[in-house]
């Protein structure tokens, strides 16, 4: 092939030039500040909100409009603490007194991740799970709506049977899902330079043996939304 017919190197047209200079421009002025001030957002471990309000879970128990506790303690589980605090309603007669469980893994450490839990409490308590559902529901917060995915399960063993509302709650919101939490963590690291707090929630409710755990939704969904509006009206939002 001659000199002349050999095809010449493809050149970057003055549009695609144009643009990788904007961008180079963006990138410089985003990262300016950080680079004088030497503040970056990986340079040192960011702040968790509250998180001292989310480690006394651990010694006093959630007050719950409605609901008398009776009986808390810090339990390990999974090689985790978790604060277990039982609850009864308040101002009714005792034989038609309801009661249910609440387990509450709360973050103890800016580094600390949702992880396994759910495996944790099952494998704790010897559960054989099944019906699995997915819950959702919403509750006002500050004039907009916050809302929470559970996942909403029946376990069985050889002594008990549970309805069992799961999910990681958060400020604003809540999920059963770990990677939803990672995702909301990452935004506010690069939107506010600090981490999301995030606390484990369960709810175990007793019921008949081998029960339909559809008779008792309506029950434990309320209860949820309790637990819930606490977190963020106190945990979540205390001074």
């Not at 030497?38 to 001292?52: D, K, M, T």
């Not at 529901?137 to 029946?154: E, H, I, M, Q, S």
Request: no cysteine.
């Amino acid at each position: 092939m001659s000199e002349a017919t050999k095809p010449m190197p493809k050149q970057r047209s003055v549009a695609q030039w144009s643009l990788i200079a904007v961008l180079t421009a963006l990138v410089a002025i985003a990262t300016l500040p950080s680079y004088i001030s030497g503040q970056w957002p990986w340079s040192a471990e960011l702040p968790v909100p509250h998180i001292e309000n989310i480690r006394e879970l651990l010694e006093t128990p959630l007050e719950i409009d409605g609901w008398q506790s009776v009986f808390h303690e810090a339990v390990d589980i999974g090689g985790n603490r978790w604060s277990l605090t039982e609850y009864r309603s308040a101002g009714e007669p005792a034989e038609s007194t309801q009661s249910f469980g609440l387990l509450l893994r709360p973050q103890m450490a800016g580094d600390q991740q949702p992880e396994v839990e759910w495996v944790d409490l099952r494998g704790a308590q010897s559960w054989q799970v099944d019906n699995r559902q997915t819950v959702r529901f919403t509750l006002p917060a500050a004039g907009d709506n916050t809302t929470v995915k559970a996942r909403y399960l029946r376990g069985v063993n050889e002594r008990t049977t549970f309805a069992a509302m799961q999910w990681y709650a958060w400020p604003k919101g809540g999920h059963f899902a770990p990677g939803r939490w990672f995702w909301h963590d990452q935004a506010k690291q690069w939107r506010q330079q600090e981490r999301l707090p995030w606390v484990a929630v369960s709810i175990l409710l007793p019921i008949e043996p081998v029960g339909d755990i559809r008779l008792h939704t309506e029950t434990v969904t309320a209860i949820a939304q309790a637990v819930q509006q606490e977190l963020m009206a106190s945990t979540f939002n205390a001074d």
